[in-house]
């Protein structure tokens, strides 16, 4: 196994339909992005790694002209009925060449979705994210830090395909970073800034930290 595929999530997502439980973590992940955005005179966003349309949904309510990727079918299947109206859905492998010209967007946006691959992959998504993002845009993002990683084992266990990459046994794969790791796949970057950030929603049981991520905002 590579990276978790497209029937993994289709089967992530149906089961969240099924329980009512959507994945949505409200304000969290766009919050922080609006300055920048604004700052920066950005109109269109791509959004990869989607889930089920709500962060998208809630930047096209802040006015911004919004496309949103994702690899799961079922999933981009219950956003276009939720948010249809606010933002264009495409079922697409972010991981592949997506279908936009270089330059098409003012800024990239992905909250914990990019950290789902080996360190090839990923730096392929990286250098993909820099040949849709126009000159002066932004790429803003979350990814799991290397300080999620013993959080995240304490409720599931994993076996470690590559240096700090790993299988769970649910079939996920997850991906920890570095601050060196980061600011090396963002080498090509001008004004990077990455903030350590715990996560501020608590565990549901044991009231501990729940995740820790780094947030990112780069200007290209």
Same mark, same amino acid.
């Given at each position: 196994?590579?990276? =978790?595929?497209?029937?993994?999530?289709?089967?992530?997502?149906?089961?969240?339909?099924?329980?009512?439980?959507?994945?949505?973590?409200?304000?969290?992940?766009?919050?922080?992005?609006?300055?920048?955005?604004?700052?920066?005179?950005?109109?269109?966003?791509?959004?990869?790694?989607?889930?089920?349309?709500?962060?998208? =949904?809630?930047?096209?309510?802040?006015?911004?002209?919004?496309?949103?990727?994702?690899?799961?079918?079922?999933?981009?299947?219950?956003?276009?009925?939720?948010?249809?109206?606010?933002?264009?859905?495409?079922?697409?492998?972010?991981?592949?060449?997506?279908?936009?010209?270089?330059?098409?967007?003012?800024?990239?946006?992905?909250?914990?979705?990019?950290?789902?691959?080996?360190?090839?992959?990923?730096?392929?998504?990286?250098?993909?994210?820099?040949?849709?993002?126009?000159?002066?845009?932004?790429?803003?993002?979350?990814?799991?830090?290397?300080?999620?990683?013993?959080?995240?084992?304490?409720?599931?266990?994993?076996?470690?395909?590559?240096?700090?990459?790993?299988?769970?046994?649910?079939?996920?794969?997850?991906?920890?970073?570095?601050?060196?790791?980061?600011?090396?796949?963002?080498?090509?970057?001008?004004?990077?800034?990455?903030?350590?950030?715990?996560?501020?929603?608590?565990?549901?049981?044991?009231?501990?930290?729940?995740?820790?991520?780094?947030?990112?905002?780069?200007?290209?």
């Amino acid at each position: 196994m590579v990276h =978790a595929g497209a029937e993994f999530w289709d089967g992530f997502f149906r089961q969240r339909l099924e329980s009512g439980d959507d994945l949505d973590w409200a304000g969290v992940w766009t919050r922080p992005f609006l300055v920048p955005l604004r700052q920066a005179g950005v109109r269109t966003v791509l959004e990869l790694g989607c889930g089920t349309g709500n962060d998208a =949904a809630r930047l096209a309510g802040e006015g911004y002209e919004v496309t949103a990727v994702g690899l799961s079918g079922e999933a981009i299947g219950q956003a276009r009925v939720r948010f249809g109206s606010l933002a264009r859905f495409l079922a697409a492998d972010m991981t592949r060449r997506l279908p936009f010209p270089d330059g098409s967007f003012d800024a990239v946006m992905s909250n914990v979705a990019v950290h789902m691959f080996p360190d090839g992959v990923t730096r392929a998504v990286f250098a993909q994210v820099g040949r849709l993002v126009r000159a002066g845009g932004l790429f803003v993002f979350h990814v799991n830090s290397l300080e999620d990683r013993p959080l995240r084992a304490r409720r599931l266990p994993a076996r470690e395909l590559e240096p700090d990459y790993v299988a769970e046994e649910s079939g996920q794969t997850v991906h920890f970073f570095s601050e060196a790791y980061l600011r090396e796949l963002l080498a090509g970057w001008q004004q990077v800034q990455l903030v350590p950030v715990p996560v501020p929603v608590p565990h549901r049981k044991t009231g501990e930290p729940f995740k820790h991520v780094w947030r990112g905002v780069a200007r290209r």
